[in-house]
């Protein structure tokens, strides 16, 4: 299966939101954003949420089905659209559990308080303090991976 990141990105200059996928660290794909393509000059942009799935492609293009009717045409991008990023955060965070990549190892994870204060200490430290709702996605996005069988979500 094709596993990835499903992510949703902001931006100060722009009153959209992108949405999107990658297989490569989602860092990478956004210096790759940023640094020249297509969508560039709506940015700089920033990570708003993301979620590590065990197929992309089915998750981003079901979200993008979902707020088809918002999409925004802009010459040379597809991704755009005129959604809160609380309204994207709350629909990609909807997934069910077949689609992420081992969410109960996650859940286990947090629950252990020397890896919750460990996590708040790195997310203070990084400058990531305002996002603790992603951080079950990063911790997973750095532990070994597993698949699971897909399933009907949404």
Known sequence: MPQGFVYILVSPNSDYIKIGRTERPISERLRGIN???AYAPHG???LSDFVHVTDRAIVESAVHRHFSTRNVEVV???ELFNVA???ARERLRSISEPL???PARTDQLFRNPDVSLFLFRLFQLSGLF???DIQGAWTLSVLPQTTSEQETWW
């Open 35 to 37: 640094g020249g393509e």
């Open 44 to 46: 700089p942009w920033e």
């Open 76 to 78: 040379g991008t597809r």
């Open 85 to 87: 990023p609380h309204e």
């Open 100 to 102: 992420r990549v081992d």
């Open 130 to 132: 305002g996002n603790f």
